[in-house]
């Protein structure tokens, strides 16, 4: 069964910084682009940023500068490097990419910024 599965989540005081990991499993013989997302109480899912098969990554203006999309194509695993933390930053982290062809979401990560 082709999943993605997502850790590194947490609670971390402003100002600092977590790594979150996305590895896919399963019968996997091609992976496209791949996200992440994120999801705030009471607000919509938003893209956080994005890296293309061939390594171009794109991001979302509140995080520029401060969140580095990278993959690891032998891992089949992307990360998600956030740095210099805000309060705002705190919800649910999902990742998501194309999969054979298909895409799939992962279950999502809590990352909680608070003093």
């Known amino acids: 069964q082709v999943q993605l599965v997502e850790s590194g989540g947490g609670v971390v005081q402003p100002g600092g910084s977590l790594r979150l990991s996305c590895a896919a499993s399963?019968?996997?013989?091609?992976?496209?682009?791949m996200a992440w997302h994120r999801q705030a109480p009471g607000k919509q899912r938003e893209l956080v940023a994005q890296?293309?098969?061939?390594?171009?990554?794109n991001y979302a203006d509140p995080v520029k500068g401060r969140f580095t999309i990278s993959r690891d194509k032998a891992k089949d695993t992307v990360y998600l490097q956030m740095n210099n933390l805000e309060p705002e930053d705190t919800a649910v982290y999902y990742c998501?990419?194309?999969?054979?062809?298909?895409?799939?979401w992962g279950q999502g990560t809590q990352v909680t910024v608070s003093s």
């Open positions: 998501n990419g194309d999969l054979n062809f298909q895409t799939y």
């Open positions: 399963g019968y996997i013989f091609s992976i496209g682009w």
């Open positions: 890296i293309t098969a061939d390594g171009r990554t």
